[in-house]
């Protein structure tokens, strides 16, 4: 920046900062509490809890990256594997087109599940609180009964995970989180912290 620009911005600054103090000394107290509001929910001064701008720009992200997948959502609609079998069968003696056959597989079903978990963080937190286990053995989040395949988000370790919920017997608890890259999470539903969005 020439020294001349920046002298004439500290100038203006400096001026502009002068009239700000002029009218604001004119406005009245309701008017000046009115602004304390608004600042402390644009940039989290004084009481209150502050907004978090790294969530904030997570949440764009995530919405940016949300409606540009929506151009692979529509291309796996129209090519799904199934379909990609029935125009271009694999030979199974070619080991090129056993290799891109199955590429193509792990990509479908990988951009899948990230359209899938994007649909799901980009809705609204609609419930949270404490799982709890009725009568009837099903468990519930405020009225909510907690299904079998449902996306839920779950605080386990300290730490928020995502995972669907998966029948089990042979598990600890009779039920388990399968987590993104297909982790398995053995959690005792009753009394866990757990996230609905929708």
């Known amino acids: 920046m020439e020294f001349e620009l920046w002298l004439f ?10 009239v700000c103090q002029l009218i604001y000394s004119q406005l009245t107290q309701a008017e000046k509490d009115e602004l304390r509001k608004e600042y402390e929910r644009s940039v989290g001064g004084g009481s209150g809890k502050p907004e978090n701008k790294v969530l904030k720009e997570y949440g764009d992200l995530i919405n ?10 529509r291309f796996v609609e129209k090519n799904t594997i199934r379909r990609m079998n ?7 003696d070619d080991p090129d087109e056993e290799f891109i056959g199955r590429v193509f597989l792990t ?3 990988y ?11 980009a ?42 919920l998966c029948n089990g017997p042979g598990t600890p608890y009779g039920r388990f989180f399968l987590g993104f890259n297909n ?16």
Do not use: C
């Not at 940016?64 to 959502?73: Q, R, Y």
């Not at 951009?111 to 963080?121: A, C, K, M």
């Not at 405020?142 to 988000?153: H, P, R, S, V």
């Open 9 to 18: 911005a500290v100038k203006q600054l400096a001026q502009s900062y002068e």
């Open 107 to 109: 990509m479908e079903t």
């Open 64 to 73: 940016n990256f949300h409606n540009a997948m929506s151009i692979a959502e």
């Open 183 to 198: 982790e398995v999470f053995d959690v005792d539903l009753n009394g866990l912290k757990v996230r609905l969005r929708g």
């Open 123 to 164: 809705k609204k937190v609609s419930a949270e609180g404490s799982l709890k286990q009725e009568s009837d053995g099903n468990y519930y989040l405020n009225n909510i009964q907690i299904k079998d395949g449902m996306l839920i988000e779950f605080f386990h370790l300290s730490r928020w995970e995502i995972g669907r």
């Open 111 to 121: 951009t899948i599940r990230v359209i899938e978990y994007l649909n799901h963080i």
């Open 86 to 92: 029935e125009n271009y069968p694999v030979h199974g």
